[in-house]
């Protein structure tokens, strides 16, 4: 277990804060605070209506390093950055941006991180379907804490005054689910990406309940999954919806850009075996680190890591990147 934590505890290039070192020594370590701090600093591109504030194209921004994302924090406002910005000083950003940030600061601060890739049964985007979002897990000295940095008080409230949603989940069917505590999510309040696929292949779950926009099914699990298990291996690589409006070519990602009505015997094997292992990531921790290094079929390829941010507000027609038929 001593090899998980410290493997999780050091930042990677999109983690690594340093360079605002001299801005970030001074603040607590106490991991909730941390993840609090974030929200007050950023804003949700679909959340911007919460706040009672207007949309500024200026103020979003989608970087892929997070000493990036401090910069344009800084920037916007040179403020300290512990002091909660009014919502039009934020940063607007996507739900992978808040996770990953929490992320880095939780590594500078030398907790062990780690980013989540799912579906959340507590933010129903459409009524019935289940969308792709991002979490953190950190490591409280006892146990993985997996919390949602995105969903301060005033979310939370709103999500609770719609009631309880009827939604199909893990494997029981349909269930009266009602969402209470952002800071402890559990398996039933956060279906882990591989989980997702799982059940969908075991016909546990009906591939269309996940989700977003032009994107659904099993393909858009797909690419979920792939996203959850780079993150594993701390390739924490953009949101679904931020790829789309970013223009970004998958063509280069074979496995990524592959429609699952084409994917091989092989392929599927493959996928199945690492949404597996994601489900227990300390138990197979060695498995999920070996077959990453060791099979490029699942690695983000260095061209994508490396496009450069582009701002779109309109979703390109042709847009091949998870969509299903």
């Known amino acids: 277990m001593k090899n998980i934590i410290e493997y999780y505890r050091i930042p990677n290039v999109i983690t690594d804060i340093e360079k605002h070192k001299g801005i970030l020594i001074k603040i607590t370590d106490n991991p909730e605070f941390l993840c609090s701090l974030v929200q007050g600093l950023l804003l949700h591109d679909n959340g911007v209506e919460f706040y009672k504030t207007q949309f500024k194209e200026e103020l979003q921004f989608h970087p892929i390093n997070m000493e990036e994302l401090i910069d344009e924090i800084i920037k916007i406002d040179s403020d300290y950055i512990t002091t909660p910005r009014v919502p039009n000083k934020r940063v607007i950003t996507s739900c992978r941006e808040f996770a990953t940030l929490s992320c880095a600061l939780l590594r500078f601060k030398g907790i062990s991180s780690r980013c989540r890739v799912g579906f959340p049964l507590y933010i129903n985007v459409y009524d019935g379907f289940i969308a792709e979002h991002w979490v953190t897990e950190y490591w409280d000295g006892i146990k993985w804490v997996r919390i949602d940095t995105q969903i301060d008080a005033m979310q939370l409230s709103a999500f609770q005054r719609k009631g309880m949603i009827e939604i199909e989940t893990i494997c029981d069917g349909e269930m009266q689910y009602s969402f209470s505590n952002p800071h402890n999510l559990t398996d039933h309040d956060f279906i882990i990406a591989g989980r997702a696929w799982l059940n ?111 701002i779109s507000n309109k979703i390109p027609e042709q847009a091949l990147l998870d969509v299903m038929d």
Request: aromatic fraction near 12%.
């Open 200 to 310: 969908v292949r075991r016909g546990f779950t009906p591939a269309e309940r996940f989700r977003y926009y032009h994107s659904s099914g099993l393909n858009y699990i797909k690419g979920e999954l792939l996203r959850d298990f780079n993150a594993l291996n701390k390739i924490e690589f953009q949101t679904h919806n931020v790829v789309i409006n970013q223009g970004y070519n998958w063509n280069s990602w074979q496995l990524m850009s592959t429609p699952v009505t084409e994917l091989s015997k092989r392929d599927y094997e493959l996928l199945d075996y690492i949404a597996e292992i994601s489900l227990d990531v300390d138990k197979h921790f060695d498995e999920i680190r070996t077959i990453f290094d060791n099979c490029s079929d699942l690695q983000i390829p260095q061209n994508i890591l490396n496009n450069k941010r582009r």
